[in-house]
Each structure stands twice: as C-alpha cells, then as structure tokens.
C-alpha cells in the first residue's frame, strides 16, 4: 500500500523559503514509472498544480510558470522522499500544500494523481 | 494553459437523487481526464480516470463519460457519504489543471 507523509512548518514569514518534504512508502522516488508532484490549494487559486519530478534514466523536472523563477523539487534517493522549496514568499503563497504521485498510463504518459498525502497548511505571516 | 470549467459550482439533492456535473475544456484531451472527491480537512481522493475507468475501490454508482472538450460525472442513486467537493482535472497537457469544483449539499 502506497503512502506519502508530509512534513514541514505551518508558518513562514515573508520573503523567506517555504520548504516540505514528502516521505514515500510502498514505491519508489526512483520509479521509472511514476511522478512525484506538489500541488497547493488555496480559496482564491483553487487547485494549483506546481510541479513534479520523475526519473527516466536521469531526472526530470517541470514546474508551473508562475512559480517557476521560485520553486525547486528535489528527490532524495537515500531517504526515499522528495521535496518542494518556494523562495521569496508572499501572503499569496498561503495554501494548503500536497504532494501526489502519478503514474504512468500504458501507451499514454502520465496519468491521474492516484496518491496524495494529508496535506499541509502553510501560513505566510510575519 | 487548458481551462477546465465545471457546473454547476455548487448543487443541492437528496439522498437516493441522480446527479450529474459536466466539466469543459478550453480544447480537446483526448479523455484525459479525472475525477476527485474532496471532504473537509481531507486530501482529494482519485475517482476516475481516463474519463470512464472507476478507481480501485470506488463504487459503481460513480460512472464518467464524455469526449473531445465536453465529459460528466455521474452518481446513480447519491448516498449519505457523497455530500462532497467535486473536481475534474486534465493531464493531457502540462500545466496540468484543475475545475473550479462542484460543490454537493444535502437538499
């Protein structure tokens, strides 16, 4: 049975890094067959997806265009998890932060996120 | 980026009705589409996927159809647990997006 455990801190001041991490059991970072993503919700954004990285013989990553100039996600192959990080943070950034896996479809990419874990409620606020 | 719009945003039956919420895409995805619940205080939980095929464990009141740019979700008979948030998502294309969310109330 596959789960991801968040962890992190439920307040960042302004201006500083946003940082999580996603514990994963039951699967792999390296999978060659799934994603490992980050995805916020916020009530003025709704779902927002932000980005994910994966491993098909070497790693990749794709990160949405609003935060691109921001975020970093990293795996770490030795503790089996992956992180998000969010520089230079605003009010804006205030959501509840998940992480998901994907996996992929036969003959179609990447699927659906069929694996979340229990979120994270992340405050900006001095 | 692809817009995916639902309706209605929010809707009010009762336990035994029929409902059904549609989702739109600004262009075609090829039925790459899913559906999510979501309770309060709880993570989305994965429905449907490629428009039509029930998750692992889902009940089979919960049914998906469409096509092209146009695709619905269906509940056959709503029961007391299905009073939830209900979101449709593409991942035919990066960034991958999500619906407004449909929002089901007890009538």
């Known amino acids: 049975q596959v789960q991801l455990q968040q962890s992190g801190p439920g307040l960042v001041k302004p201006s500083q890094t946003l940082s999580l991490t996603c514990a994963i059991s039951g699967d792999s970072v390296s999978s060659n067959s799934a994603a490992w993503n980050w995805i916020r919700q916020s009530p003025s954004r709704g779902l927002e997806w932000l980005g994910r990285?994966?491993?098909?013989?070497?790693?990749?990553?794709d990160y949405a265009v609003s935060v691109k100039s921001r975020i970093t996600i990293n795996p770490d192959t030795s503790k089996n998890q992956f992180s998000l990080q969010l520089n230079s943070v605003t009010p804006e950034d205030t959501a509840v932060y998940y992480c998901?896996?994907?996996?992929?479809?036969?003959?179609?990419?990447?699927?659906?996120?069929?694996?979340w874990g229990q979120g994270t409620m992340v405050t900006v606020s001095s | 980026d692809i817009q995916m719009t639902q309706s209605p945003s929010s809707l009010s039956a009762s336990v035994g009705d029929r409902v059904t919420i549609t989702c739109r895409a600004s262009?075609?995805?090829?039925?790459?589409l899913a559906w999510y619940q979501q309770k309060p205080g709880k993570a989305p939980k994965l429905l449907l996927y490629?428009?039509?095929r029930l998750e692992s464990g889902v009940p089979s009141r919960f049914s998906g159809s469409g096509s092209g740019t146009d695709y619905t979700l269906t509940i056959s008979s709503l029961q007391p647990e299905d009073f939830a948030t209900y979101y449709c998502q593409q991942y035919y294309s990066t960034p991958q997006t999500f619906g407004q969310g449909t929002k089901v109330e007890i009538k």
């Open positions: 998901a896996r994907q996996q992929d479809q036969q003959l179609s990419g990447l699927g659906a996120f069929d694996i």
């Open positions: 262009q075609g995805i090829s039925n790459s």
């Open positions: 990285t994966y491993y098909r013989s070497k790693w990749y990553n």
């Open positions: 490629a428009a039509s």
